[in-house]
T-cell receptor, first 109, second 118 residues
Framework: AQRVTQPEKLLSVFKGAPVELKCNYS??????LFWYVQYSRQRLQLLLR??SRESIKGFTADLNKGETSFHLKKPFAQEEDSAMYYC???????????FGTGTRLKVLA | GAGVSQSPSNKVTEKGKDVELRCDPI?????LYWYRQSLGQGLEFLIY????????KSGLPSDRFSAERTGGSVSTLTIQRTQQEDSAVYLC????????????????FGPGTRLLVL
């Protein structure tokens, strides 16, 4: 069965420190992976997708098929990064998404 | 253009009553999704519509939950005989899907309906 695991419910880091939000997946096919973010009082929105290999707001994520991981990283956290982050997997051949339980990131001043 | 809209924004109901939640997707989006967001459970997939195909209902938690999408546009999620554990934020999202999302395929979320069952 497809599954997305985000082991940390809450991650607190100090401003300027590196941050890594963990995401592991279980899927027998070829996955498409995404990170979505929800800032306070805003809608859930796409942050980045693995297929684009992009950096958004300083965040990057690399798909590691060997470890079945798609961790989100940023070298220097900012206070405005505080938000809820969801990792998601899209099953191939469909447009169905499986989301993880989310990690709340708090960046402390 | 207008984004995904949902109504009502908040709904308080008594246990045992039926509720209907509405979602207006972005025009031209063929895919529509319903999720439930609750503390500790993250974002739980409920149901997914893609064009005229039969919906994927595999995430509906019980037969008290149902959804329909009329004319390939507006969708309603109905919860019958509500229970306290149904209290959550219900999110709707839409995407281009088979209309040509491809590498640009992105889900756009609505603001959600916060349901409280007393």
């Amino acid at each position: 069965a497809q599954r997305v695991t985000q082991p940390e419910k809450l991650l607190s880091v100090f401003k300027g420190a590196p941050v890594e939000l963990k995401c592991n997946y279980s899927y027998s096919g070829s996955p498409e992976l995404f990170w979505y973010v929800q800032y306070s009082r805003q809608r859930l929105q796409l942050l980045l997708r693995h297929i684009s290999r992009e950096s958004i707001k300083g965040f990057t994520a690399d798909l590691n098929k060997g470890e079945t991981s798609f961790h989100l990283k940023k070298p220097f956290a900012q206070e405005e990064d505080s938000a809820m982050y969801y990792c998601a997997l899209r099953t191939s051949g469909t447009y169905k998404y499986i989301f993880g339980t989310g990690t709340r990131l708090k960046v402390l001043a | 253009g207008a984004g995904v809209s949902q109504s009502p924004s908040n709904k308080v109901t008594e246990k045992g009553k039926d509720v209907e939640l509405r979602c207006d997707p972005i025009s031209g989006h063929t895919a529509l999704y319903w999720y439930r967001q609750s503390l500790g459970q993250g974002l739980e997939f409920l149901i997914y519509f893609q064009g005229n195909s039969a919906p994927d209902k595999s995430g509906l938690p019980s037969d008290r939950f149902s959804a329909e999408r009329t004319g390939g546009s507006v969708s309603t999620l109905t919860i019958q005989r509500t229970q306290q554990e149904d209290s959550a934020v219900y999110l709707c999202a839409s995407s281009l899907g088979l209309a040509g999302g491809g590498l640009k395929e992105t889900q756009y979320f609505g603001p959600g309906t916060r349901l409280l069952v007393l």
